[in-house]
């Protein structure tokens, strides 16, 4: 492909061919680099809410940046200088239907469980890879806002479970790593565990919450700031708020966060184990909550 304009951030929305695509920089021409673009170029993927990547380019001849295509969004991106990820909505209090959320939950449910299929691990599930638009919904406006399909992104550090090349770098930001698997966080000399699907499952989980509450981590976590970075208390918080998901979510849909954050702390499973387990005990009860709302609008009609 051609090669792209300066870019400074790590991911932006561009024009090619007449469409919106997002880039994701991935840093110098590496073999892992061509096996995920080709991996991920599949023309079924946003049907299970991936991007297709349509290509490579390049800037200053060593920032590598693979090209995603972007599905009709509806509601359409009104400003594409801004990146539109649930973050960003979650930390502006964008009203969202209970249905939506509910929807995004097994949309990138959904996600995670295909990259697991073929054979990848994410390795950054949160709020701010997943891709989604919004319209309305502000705080101080009445009704819920317009919300499109939800899509994961963020493959920087994803790579493929069959790789020779294992990187064993402890997750130190105190932000980032309430997200991770308590094996996955500590200090810069820990020696952390080899990251498994079981590690992306307690990402999710942490996701599930971010959802369920309509706050990021970051929020949820402020009032006690001297916690951030020790794995333990990290990972007792999460479970707290998981429990309390029950209350305005359900309690299918609390186990099903509460499953993330502890079926992937038993060890020494098989892989197709934890996907069995993971696809019973997560996405089968996300998927009935939906299934539900479909009935009741069946009903109402």
């Known amino acids: ?8 951030a790590d991911r932006v929305l561009a024009r090619y061919q007449s469409r919106t695509v997002y880039l994701e920089r991935h840093g110098p021409h590496s073999d892992a680099l061509i096996r995920m673009a080709a991996a991920f170029r599949s023309g079924d993927l946003p049907s299970m809410h991936l ?18 295509h972007i599905p009709t969004l509806s509601p359409g991106i009104v400003n594409p200088v801004r990146l539109p990820i649930l973050s960003y909505a979650l930390d502006n209090d ?39 638009s919004t319209r309305g919904g502000k705080k ?5 806002a317009q919300v499109s399909s939800a899509y994961l992104v963020g493959f920087t550090i994803a790579r493929s479970q069959d790789t020779g090349v294992y990187i064993r770098i402890p997750i130190t930001d105190p932000i980032h790593s309430l997200y991770h ?12 565990a080899r990251f498994d699907i079981r590690h ?14 309509g706050k990021t981590l970051k929020v949820l976590f402020s009032p006690a700031p001297s916690a951030l970075g020790l794995k333990e208390a ?10 309390r998901l029950s209350t305005s979510m359900g309690s299918k849909y609390a186990d099903a966060a509460i499953t993330c954050l502890t079926e992937s702390t038993q060890h020494n499973e ?8 993971f696809y019973e005990e997560v996405l089968c009860p996300l998927q009935e909550i939906m299934d539900g709302f479909k009935k009741k609008r069946g009903v109402e009609k």
């Open 1 to 8: 492909m051609p090669a792209v304009k300066p870019v400074t």
């Open 51 to 68: 991007l297709s990547c349509i290509g490579l380019t390049v800037y200053h001849g060593n920032e590598h940046f693979l090209v995603y």
């Open 94 to 132: 964008i009203r969202m239907a209970l249905e939506d959320r509910f929807r995004i939950a097994v949309e990138i449910t959904i996600a995670v469980m295909e990259i697991h299929a073929a054979g990848w691990v994410h390795k950054s599930i949160r709020s701010n890879n997943v891709l989604i």
């Open 140 to 144: 101080g406006v009445k009704g819920d």
């Open 181 to 192: 698997h308590p094996e996955r966080q500590g200090g810069s000399g820990d020696n952390v």
């Open 200 to 213: 992306d499952m307690y990402s999710l989980g942490a996701l599930l919450i971010e959802i369920g509450f």
């Open 234 to 243: 990290n990972h007792k918080h999460l479970l707290d708020h998981a429990h």
């Open 270 to 277: 098989k892989t197709e184990t934890v996907r069995k387990e």
